[in-house]
């Protein structure tokens, strides 16, 4: 059963999926229509996942976008950029991976992001949102809406994953900046952390 994700919501990764090894954070979205003098005309929209690795001091440690795909632990790997948009309705464009074991010890907080590349604000971009599924079984956890909320922003804190009491959670932060790229959104994630 998927959990609906809204501002603030936690969820215990141990409790909806007892025994995870290996989570997907998933971003889709469709292409916007334009229309034009004769006809409509579907145009691509360049978002960006990303995710930041922090430590408990809030240190950033490592960082995996579209400029570097795999963390230098190996435990996140982010499948490949798309700079179009209109995949197949309800799957992701872009995908990371987090194999939770492989997680060097000091990296307490991954934080999961998304960019508009092309500054195109969410308000603009139809059907799109991320999802969090087992990667073991593709059964999808909890799905975060990022058209209904995005307003003229072009960046967005989705969630962070993090180890509390030994257990990992998943919290939406859903927390709105600017920037084409992850490094704009840094004075919006540091305090969610």
């Known amino acids: 059963m998927t959990v609906s994700l ?20 998933g ?8 229309k034009g003098l004769f006809r409509t005309k ?5 978002l960006d996942a990303s995710c930041l690795l922090f430590d408990d001091n809030k240190n950033l440690l490592d960082s995996i976008w579209f400029k570097q795909l795999k ?14 948009g209109g995949g ?3 799957s992701p464009n872009e995908e990371i991976n987090v194999h939770l074991k492989n997680i060097s010890q000091n990296v307490k907080t991954l934080v999961f992001t998304v960019n508009s590349f092309t500054s195109d604000t969410f308000d603009g971009i139809p059907n799109a949102f991320c999802i969090l599924k087992n990667l073991d079984n593709n059964e999808e956890i909890a799905r975060f809406n ?3 909320e995005g307003g003229g922003h ?4 989705i969630a962070k994953l993090y180890i509390h009491n030994g257990e990992w959670k998943f919290k939406a932060i859903g927390e709105w900046g600017k920037g084409r790229t992850v490094d704009k959104l840094l004075p919006v994630i540091i305090p969610c952390l």
Do not use: F
């Open 6 to 25: 809204a501002k603030g919501g936690n969820i215990s990764l141990e409790k909806v999926a007892p025994g995870l090894k290996s989570i997907a954070l």
């Open 27 to 34: 971003l889709g979205w469709d292409q916007k229509e334009k």
């Open 42 to 46: 579907k145009v691509s929209i360049d």
């Open 71 to 84: 963390s230098r632990d190996g435990s996140v790997v982010h499948k490949g950029d798309d700079r179009t």
């Open 88 to 90: 197949q309705d309800g």
């Open 146 to 148: 990022l058209s209904v």
């Open 154 to 157: 072009t960046g967005l804190v």
